[in-house]
């Protein structure tokens, strides 16, 4: 009898990112091209790696290989890409793709016991929410040991014995990391953008039309204020809810928009024209800080929930209002 | 500087009486809301916690009861307007995910 062997297939990759891998990074956090950034799943090897050196398991988003990969020199590792979809290790773990199952199969799959002596595969934390490990540990006989948060860590980490400290099991977000991720809000937004300048130029149009090149930047700025402003010094401003720290910045837009404009001392510039500003642009940055949400690394769904709630009606009648202002103003 | 986020909002709960004091979740937290205390985890940041529901999957004991969501505006918009569960899956229709 014969027992048919499959062949191992060990993909060798490095730790040098090239110019066209940041390129890459750089046209994902722009939004272009950022669904299709795949890598193919399956085992890589890094520097060399024997039977008894460390299996560290990723998702197939580029930018999370590419990010494990460059923090690896002169360790000789196994990368285990799961199959994500394309999506990176917090979000895909959230969906289930970053799974107990897709682990258990793609073990199997590459034949890992065929490659390394030992029963551990490393795990990034923030895969966590996607995988059981006791489960994991029954059905394929590995053991999992969760990594730290970020790959930065992961030298240390291995060199200390596999621990990680409370420092490195803990989720941060800087500045600069709420940052990078602005642009790709401010490319989401576009569509709705858009359809809202295609009703503006409608009414005018129709003859409705006091809007022109104030009503544009007064927009644009409170867009501004939503996607880039308020993420970004989200911790310095005050209050919890990300709706209301949208509405604080936006409300300070909206006084400088009416004070540029001349109100109150320029007499065409009426009262409720000036209202209808501070009802609709912060109510505008309220709702786009809003959707920040999903980006941010500590907020629960019950407590989105709960702002939403109030926020979303109050957000909604409060456009609306305003606009009525402006429509009247300009009558 | 710290991010906090609304407090009392958790559906995060721990039945001790099950805790076998294996440290998994203290492992898996990305908020630090579990410490170890006489060889049980307990809860010491119940606001910290963003129902991730890492730690309810880690726990083999059944000792967590969490109820996992997605704390984005976007995901729950959607769910409205399609009635579906929120979820990440935005990007099925859209190619916006996150």
């Known amino acids: 009898m014969q027992i048919s062997s499959r062949e191992l297939k060990i993909i060798e990759t490095s730790t040098e990112l090239t110019f066209q891998d940041i390129m890459g990074s750089w046209k994902a956090r722009w939004g272009i091209n950022r669904m299709n950034y795949k890598v193919e799943p399956g085992l890589y090897s890094v520097g060399n790696p024997n039977s008894d050196s460390p299996v560290l398991v990723s998702a197939n988003y580029k930018m999370s290989f590419d990010r494990l990969r460059k923090e690896l020199k002169g360790i000789k590792a196994w990368i285990l890409v799961l199959d994500t979809k394309g999506i990176n290790v917090w979000c895909a773990a959230g969906k289930g793709t970053f799974g107990t199952q897709e682990l258990v199969n793609r073990i199997a799959m590459v034949q890992l016991d065929k490659v390394v002596s030992h029963r551990t595969v490393i795990l990034p934390q923030l895969g966590a929410p996607g995988i059981s490990a006791h489960e994991v540990s029954k059905f394929s006989g590995y053991k999992v040991t969760y990594g730290p948060v970020q790959a930065k860590d992961l030298r240390e980490f291995i060199n200390s014995g596999m621990k990680a400290t409370e420092e490195m099991r803990t989720v941060k977000s800087s500045a600069y990391e709420r940052l990078v991720l602005t642009p790709v809000e401010l490319v989401g937004t576009y569509k709705m953008s858009l359809m809202i300048f295609g009703i503006l130029f409608l009414l005018n149009l129709l003859g409705f039309g006091p809007f022109g090149f104030v009503d544009f930047y007064a927009y644009m700025g409170a867009l501004f204020v939503g996607c880039v402003l308020t993420p970004v010094l989200l911790p310095w401003i005050p209050g919890k809810a990300f709706t209301w720290k949208g509405w604080l910045v936006g409300f300070i837009w909206a006084v400088l928009v009416n004070v540029l404009n001349g109100w109150p001392s320029v007499p065409q510039y009426s009262l409720l024209r000036a209202l209808g500003y501070l009802l609709i642009l912060p109510s505008v940055s309220a709702f786009y800080a809003m959707n920040f949400t999903g980006c941010s690394t500590f907020t629960s769904f019950s407590g989105v929930l709960k702002e939403m709630r109030i926020a979303v009606p109050a957000i909604a009648i409060s456009i609306a209002l305003g606009i009525v202002l402006i429509l009247v103003s300009s009558l | ?98």
């Open chain 2, 1 to 98: 500087m710290k991010n906090g986020y609304l407090n009392n909002v958790t559906t995060l709960k721990m039945t001790s009486e099950y805790c076998t004091g294996c440290g998994r979740c203290i492992e898996v937290c990305p908020h630090n809301v579990f410490v170890m205390k006489d060889k049980k985890s307990v809860i010491i940041d119940k606001d910290a916690c963003m129902e991730c529901g890492a730690c309810v999957k880690n726990c083999a004991f059944n000792a967590l009861e969490v109820k996992p969501g997605v704390g984005c505006a976007y995901a729950i918009i959607m769910g409205w307007l399609t009635g579906k569960e929120p979820s990440c899956d935005c990007s099925d229709s859209s190619g916006d995910c996150c």
